[in-house]
């Protein structure tokens, strides 16, 4: 069974930090893309921040560079999301995403998503 389950989240206060974490279970997690998207009430899913199957290559968004850091260990079959920095405007449901097109067609899964909250 294919599973994604994303923790770490939670309430920080301005400027505070979180660490996100992603465990992979039921493929083989070293052959997949891995991403943080997330999605404020209202607003439509986006995308954080992103790395290569093998951690090679990773990409932020705009809106997150030289605050979070992404990351996988492809032995725990996790990826990580380091928030540093956080903002009020941060604030959203946090999803993990795997995809892959090796071997075959489109795979694409998602987490069910973790709440981040940064207030006050």
């Known amino acids: 069974q294919v599973q994604l389950v994303e923790s770490g989240g939670g309430l920080v206060q301005p400027g505070g930090s979180l660490r996100l974490s992603c465990a992979a279970s039921?493929?083989?997690?070293?052959?997949?893309?891995a991403s943080w998207y997330r999605q404020a009430p209202g607003k439509e899913r986006e995308l954080v921040a992103g790395?290569?199957?093998?951690?090679?290559?990773?990409n932020y968004a705009d809106f997150v560079k030289g605050r979070f850091t992404i990351s996988r260990d492809n032995d725990k079959n996790t990826v990580y999301l380091q928030m540093n920095s956080l903002k009020p405007e941060d604030t959203a449901v946090y999803f993990c995403?795997?995809?892959?097109?090796?071997?075959?067609?489109?795979?694409?899964?998602w987490g069910q998503g973790t709440q981040v909250t940064v207030s006050s």
């Open positions: 790395i290569t199957n093998t951690g090679g290559r990773l």
């Open positions: 995403n795997a995809r892959t097109t090796v071997g075959g067609p489109l795979r694409n899964y």
């Open positions: 039921g493929f083989t997690f070293s052959s997949y893309v």
